[in-house]
Nanobody, 117 residues
Framework: QVQFVETGGGSVQPGGSLRLSCVAS????????MGWYRQAPGNERELVAR???????NYVDSVKGRFTISRDNAKNKVYLQMNDLKPEDTAVYYC???????????WGQGTQVTVSS
């Protein structure tokens, strides 16, 4: 059974920082991509950042220069360092990965990030 454990969400003021962590377990194949989606109320889920097993990285334009994604391949862990947070970053953040041609995500839970003064 595939499981994700996410930590690090919370509430911060604009300009603050948070670091999200996620560990994936129960996956039989080597993980290719790890990353983060987010969904704000009334909005569609959007891909925030992803990192491939070779280290290639993609970010959505709105977080470039503020967010940094990294991963520990040996531990099936992915991190998202979020700096200079803005109110529009408020959302539920979901960890996901791809392995063996399948997409796995922590869609049922996620972690809340709230940016507000």
């Amino acid at each position: 059974q595939v499981q994700f454990v996410e930590t690090g969400g919370g509430s911060v003021q604009p300009g603050g920082s948070l670091r999200l962590s996620c560990v994936a377990s129960g996956i039989s194949f080597s993980i290719s991509v790890m990353g983060w989606y987010r969904q704000a109320p009334g909005n569609e889920r959007e891909l925030v950042a992803r990192i491939f097993s070779d280290g290639s990285i993609n970010y959505v334009d709105s977080v470039k220069g503020r967010f940094t994604i990294s991963r520990d391949n040996a531990k099936n862990k992915v991190y998202l360092q979020m700096n200079d947070l803005k109110p529009e970053d408020t959302a539920v953040y979901y960890c996901y990965c791809t392995a063996g041609g399948w997409v796995y995500g922590n869609w049922g839970q996620g972690t809340q990030v709230t940016v507000s003064s």
